[in-house]
Nanobody
Framework: QVQLEESGGGLVQPGGSLRLSCVGSGSIVSINVMGWYRQAPGKERELVATFTRGGNSNYADSVKGRFTISRDNAKNTVYLQMNSLKPDDTAVYYC????????????????WGKGTLVTVSS
C-alpha cells in the first residue's frame, strides 16, 4: 500500500515562508507526477503546483513567483517552498501523486496525502 505523508505546515505571518515536504512510501517503482493541491475553508480543492518525473513544473497563477516546487525522484519526495505568504494562502495543502507504478502493476494509480494545514495570519 502506497502512502503519502506531508509535513511542514503551520502558522506563519503574512510575508513569511514555509516549506512543505511530502514523502511517498510503500512499494513504488516510479511516480509520473507529484504535486500539491490546497483547499481553503468553504472552497473547492485547487491545484497549486505539479512536477513531472521528467522535470517539468506547472503553477497556479495565484502562486507564480512566490512558490517553488521541487522533487527528488530517488526519494519519492516532493517539496513546496512558499515565500511571501498571504492570508489567502491559508488552506489545507494536500500532496498528490499521479501515475504511481507499483511492482507488477499494469497501470499507475493516483494517491492523496491526508493534508497539512497552513495558516497565514498576523
Amino acid at each position: 500500500q502506497v502512502q503519502l505523508e506531508e509535513s511542514g505546515g503551520g502558522l506563519v505571518q503574512p510575508g513569511g515562508s514555509l516549506r512543505l515536504s511530502c514523502v511517498g512510501s510503500g512499494s513504488i517503482v516510479s511516480i509520473n507526477v507529484m504535486g500539491w493541491y490546497r483547499q481553503a475553508p468553504g472552497k473547492e480543492r485547487e491545484l497549486v503546483a505539479t512536477f513531472t518525473r521528467g522535470g517539468n513544473s506547472n503553477y497556479a497563477d495565484s502562486v507564480k513567483g512566490r512558490f517553488t516546487i521541487s522533487r527528488d525522484n530517488a526519494k519519492n519526495t516532493v517539496y513546496l517552498q512558499m515565500n511571501s505568504l498571504k492570508p489567502d494562502d491559508t488552506a489545507v495543502y494536500y500532496c498528490y501523486a499521479h501515475g504511481v507504478w507499483e511492482p507488477g502493476a499494469y497501470y499507475g494509480l493516483d494517491y492523496w496525502g491526508k493534508g497539512t494545514l497552513v495558516t497565514v495570519s498576523s
